[in-house]
């Protein structure tokens, strides 16, 4: 439940720091006092969206602390642990915002998304709105409040996840049906293309090796030419290398006492001839075993042309062939089994929806009972609400007509408010103040059943007064008891019924305003009823039944 609740430069709040019990807590105060200021600080502090014109004038953030005992609430517990926030008895949810537009939420200290507030926070507080009976002429409301009665969640989200994947499945199953002509004429463009690439073979490191044995063969003659017009230098009769070497190397052998630069030239004349013969032999090697072979020379240049013309065609480079060849292949080998997979995703698309129709039956069985007990408590609480000719049906067609992520069933509530008459659509028959009772009875109703130890009504008693007031305040005390309610309201009949009772007054000087509240006890709390029943001006006989009021609540 909640322990505290802590409010800081907040719309007309300066600082505010509240401590609430069990039980039931009524909310009073005059009109524009700010009763509803606190339940809009607890809102942000549960995740609703931020306003940065609701931060105090002359103050930069806005920041609201809500402290809960989650020590009863294992759903809670169990979330914050997975989640790896602390998880003690106490829960604290912070919400800070700047007067920029900036917004931060924290749990138990630590930062997190507005989402991840608003998902505990719904498992901490639920709060009834002033406005619910205009949301209550909607269909999707009805739906909702009869799976929260018969605490159909879980199964409801099964249903929409189920919907989910039979509507993939069968929108895929209709796109490649859709789609058969494209794909095969995508099969045989993919086949004829993998087909020449198999023809092709290419290997890995073909292409360079073909382009160098190309160059060396398109240079065929002239490397024969020059080769043997080497080895002519090398040894020509009459003025070839080793024949002028010779003679020198004759010269300076006939010299007797040879200087040693002689000597040492006649060394190296001598290496040189040694080499010289050793290039002339390496070279007439060469030429001895050089075969001409133009047929090769043909073949690889047409092996070469094709992987261009191959590649041209791709718009690729010729190293791409190889990853492109990989590439089609693949996609080839899975549209050859497109008819298959088409029956395969057909069986999905079909198995998918039959999920989905189990789950979807089940849950409208569910409902169909639920709905039996949901209106029949509803109309319990209506007689007691002084309605007592006015009788709410729950309408529930079901069909595959009516599937979707919320099942095969279209609910909707209808009303018969005099004897006699057929029951019509609520927006039909009831007029503002029987919609508000009538949103009164349902949100009694489905509270008893919630998880939820902390429920909120905020001025859900508008319309209603005197005896039917008195029960409203019976009903919420009741609430109370059970767990907490806190409950802001201007009929003195309910307040009267609470276990706590909280006053919020506006203080004003000529420069400010500000929104304060105290607690009242003992008398303060008689005159604050006594204020309710008789506005400003209270008698005796005001104050007098505002004691007997409260006497009679306790």
């Known amino acids: 439940m909640l322990t505290h ?59 609201i602390c809500a402290t809960f005992d989650v020590s009863a609430i294992p759903r809670a517990r169990q979330w914050l642990d997975n989640h790896d926030l602390d998880s003690d008895s106490d829960c604290l949810l912070r919400r800070v915002v700047t007067r920029e537009g900036r917004s931060r939420g924290y749990i138990n200290g630590q930062p997190v998304p507005l989402g991840q507030l608003k998902e505990l926070g719904e498992m901490l507080i639920d709060i009834h709105s002033q406005h619910a009976h205009q949301s209550l ?16 969640q879980e199964l409801a989200r099964q249903c929409k996840t189920l919907y989910r994947d039979w509507q993939d499945a069968q929108k895929h199953f209709e796109e490649w049906r859709d789609n058969a002509e494209e794909i095969t004429a995508r099969t045989q463009l993919l086949r004829y293309q993998v087909q020449e690439l198999d023809a092709l073979a290419l290997e890995d490191n073909e292409l360079e090796a073909m382009e ?19 080895a002519q230098i090398c040894d020509d009769e009459e003025g070839g290398l080793l ?48 075969e001409m072979d133009p047929e090769r020379l043909t073949f690889i240049e047409e092996r070469l042309s094709s992987c261009y013309d191959i590649a041209r065609k791709h718009r690729i480079s010729p ?84 599937a979707s992520p919320h099942g095969l069933d279209d609910i909707e509530f209808l009303i018969s408010t005099n004897p006699g ?81 909280l006053q919020v007054h506006k203080e004003t000087d000529k420069t400010s305003a500000q929104t304060a509240l105290i607690q009242l006890n003992g008398d303060d709390k008689i005159m604050e009823i006594a204020r309710m029943m008789g506005g400003a001006q209270m008698t005796k006989q005001t104050i007098a039944h505002a004691r007997e009021m409260l006497e009679m609540a306790d």
């Open 5 to 63: 609740l802590s409010v800081q430069n907040f719309t007309l709040v300066d600082a505010l720091e509240l401590e609430l019990n069990r039980g039931m807590t009524a909310i009073t105060g005059e009109t524009g006092a700010g009763k509803s200021i606190l339940l809009d600080a607890l809102g942000l502090a549960l995740g609703d969206r931020a306003d940065p014109d609701r931060v105090r004038n002359g103050r930069q953030r806005a920041d």
């Open 137 to 152: 002429l909607k269909k999707d409301t009805h739906r909702r409040l009869l799976d929260d009665y018969a605490n159909h």
């Open 212 to 230: 160098a044995e190309q160059r060396q063969l398109a240079s065929a003659d002239t490397l024969l030419q020059n080769s043997q017009l080497a």
């Open 243 to 290: 024949t002028t070497l010779g003679k020198a190397l004759h010269l300076l052998q006939d010299l007797n006492d040879k200087p040693k630069a002689l000597a040492s030239a006649e060394e190296l004349l001598f290496s040189a001839q040694i080499q010289i013969q050793e290039a002339h032999s390496e070279i007439n090697h060469h030429i001895d075993s050089f």
């Open 319 to 402: 190293t791409e062939l190889q990853s492109l060849h990989e590439e089609l292949a693949g996609e080839l080998e899975q549209l050859d089994g497109s008819e298959g997979q088409l029956d395969e995703l057909e069986a999905r698309a079909n198995a998918c929806q039959s999920a989905y129709i189990a789950c979807a039956e089940k849950l409208s069985a569910q409902r169909h009972k639920a709905a039996k007990q949901l209106q029949k408590a509803i109309n319990q609480q209506l007689r007691a609400l002084a309605m007592q000719n006015a009788q709410l049906a729950i309408q529930l067609h079901s069909g595959s007509e009516h």
């Open 421 to 501: 008459q057929s029951p019509k659509a609520l927006a039909k028959v009831a007029s503002g103040g029987e919609l508000s009772r009538v949103s009164l009875a349902i949100q009694v109703v489905t509270a008893r059943s919630s998880t939820t130890p902390t429920l909120v009504f905020d001025e859900v008693d508008v319309g209603i007064g005197g005896a039917t007031a008195d029960v409203v305040g019976d009903l919420l005390r009741q609430l109370g008891s059970q767990g907490q309610v806190l409950c802001v309201t201007h009929l003195p009949q309910v307040a009267s019924k609470g276990h706590q009772h």
